[in-house]
Structures are given as C-alpha cells and as structure tokens.
C-alpha cells in the first residue's frame, strides 16, 4: 500500500471528533478534532498523453475553544498530488498552527464573525501566512439546525501571494444525554466549494462538537 493510500485509510478509521467555535456560545469551552478533505479533476499533460487525474487534499484538525471566542489550533494537511488547484508546490505535508477570534451575533448585529491568523509549513521548505474573515448564520430548524458560512482568506506564500473564497451549510444533530444538560455533543456535515483564483472545487468536513466545563 502507497504512502498516500495509508494516509487515506488512517483519515477515514480514525473517530470522526472535531468542532471549532461555530458552534460555541459565548461562555462554553471545547476540544475538538477534525477531518475532511477537498477534491478536483485535473490534466496531467505528459508529451502527447493527457491523464485526467483526481488532485485531493486531506486534513485533520485539532483545536481548544475558550469562552466560545478563542480558539487556537493545528492543521495536518496532506497534498496527495503535485498537479492540483491549491497553490501546493508539491506533494506531501503541511502542518499549520492558528488563531482565531468569533465576534458572536448580538441583538443590534445579528451576524457572527471569525478572524483568523494562520502560519503553515511543510515538509518540502513551504510555508505560508493565511489572514481570514468568516460571516456566518446559525438557523435553528428542528430537526437538524443549518449554519451558512462564507469566508475569504489572503494566503501570502514564499513565492506568491493569492485570495480564496469558500461558501458553504453545516448541517447539524444534536445528541441527546441522559441528564438533559444544555452542554450535549452536536453531530455535524459541512459540504463547502472553495474557489481559488478561477478555479473551483468540492470539499466536505465532518464532526462533533463537544462542549467541556
């Protein structure tokens, strides 16, 4: 089995636990994890021979919300394919580490936002600076509440610097326990399509949020 087909199968049996502050109140605290990736077609153009191939991108994220505000974390992103839409010089990891800030909704900006640093480097000498803003709106449907989320981020790089768009519906169930606290563990679905540039592409994240005292 190759390296990117270990990498694959580890994603996918691990326990699928993840949340960030999305899904924070203004008071609650979190460790959370997660995983997901993100997939487009490409051409791998060798002389006369064109290959249409899949370009994916795998990820595992790990973050401490504090207060539902503040939350910091770490990103384990693996390049499958050096030919790909993402700006990734080549395949392999890329580890980020990040900080970012939720200005929840109030009753006279009824809108949340997410502000996020986020430094990455890599394996193969590649590191990146990420400065982002989220908007996002939580619909409290019964049974599975939806939060639309639109972020845009400036990625500066080593060599070059871009801007990319993500639009997206986190699709929530909450699980219920057995002492009916208000702090329960929330199930979520997040497809999403990213844009870089002039090119588009699909991703899904999944998860659970799991509140802590």
């Not at 993100?38 to 994220?61: H, Q």
């Not at 890329?94 to 394996?123: M, Q, T, V």
């Not at 497809?191 to 002039?198: E, G, V």
Request: hydrophobic letters at 35%; charged letters at 20%; a negative charge.
């Amino acid at each position: 089995m190759n390296k990117s087909k270990i990498i694959y199968a580890f994603l996918f049996s691990i326990n699928i636990i993840f949340c960030n502050g999305i899904l924070s109140n203004n008071l609650e605290k979190s460790l959370n994890y997660s995983l997901g990736f993100i997939t487009d077609n490409e051409d791998d153009i060798s002389g006369d021979n064109i290959e249409n191939i899949k370009a994916r991108l795998y990820r595992i994220n790990f973050n401490v919300v504090f207060k539902g505000k503040y939350e910091f974390g770490y990103n384990y992103n693996y390049n499958e394919s050096k030919i790909n839409s993402y700006l990734i010089p080549e395949k392999g990891s890329i580890n980020y580490i990040y900080f970012k800030y939720h200005f929840k909704e109030r009753e006279k900006f009824p809108l949340n936002l997410a502000f996020l640093f986020d430094y990455g480097f890599s394996e193969f000498d590649f590191t990146t600076k990420i400065y982002g803003i989220s908007f996002y709106k939580m619909f409290d449907l019964d049974p599975y509440p939806i939060t639309s989320i639109l972020s845009y981020n400036q990625i500066d790089t080593d060599v070059f610097s871009y801007s990319s768009i993500s639009l997206g519906v986190m699709i929530s169930l909450v699980v219920n326990n057995q002492d009916n606290s208000s702090n329960r563990d929330i199930l979520w679905f997040y497809p999403h399509i990213d844009s870089i540039l002039d090119d588009q592409f699909f991703g899904i994240d999944f998860g659970i949020y799991h509140p802590i005292k």
